[in-house]
């Protein structure tokens, strides 16, 4: 079983900068994949970015290209999510989620074996 626990959100000014944290333990050698997902009010879970724990594939959702940048600390077991360029629009609980493939990140539903408990980012304008 793989137990995952973000941090790092707070409140932002519009075009500020947050950095969020998701430290995995147990299983986690069984899940090849790490990402992030947000679900902003009265609006469904959405994809953000995902990356492959070894080989360091990444993916990204067309509205954080170029402004959000995922990484790793597979010594440590730490995700990341470092956030620029801040919009009111990224206002949203952030999810970390983990999977056994990079691909099923992104499939419809997210075919993730285990998910975090979620930090508010809230952007201001």
């Known amino acids: 079983q793989v137990r995952l626990v973000e941090s790092g959100g707070g409140l932002v000014q519009a075009g500020g900068s947050l950095r969020l944290s998701c430290a995995a333990s147990g299983t986690i050698f069984s899940s090849n994949a790490m990402g992030w997902f947000r679900q902003a009010p009265g609006k469904e879970r959405e994809f953000v970015a995902a990356i492959s724990r070894y080989g360091g594939s990444t993916s990204y959702a067309d509205s954080v290209k170029g402004r959000f940048t995922i990484s790793t600390n597979n010594a440590r077991n730490t995700l990341y999510l470092q956030m620029n360029s801040l919009k009111p629009e990224d206002t949203a609980v952030y999810y970390c989620?983990?999977?056994?493939?990079?691909?099923?990140?992104?499939?419809?539903?997210?075919?993730?074996?285990?998910w975090g408990q979620g930090t508010q980012v809230t952007v201001s304008s």
């Open positions: 989620a983990a999977a056994g493939y990079i691909g099923y990140m992104t499939s419809i539903p997210p075919r993730t074996n285990a």
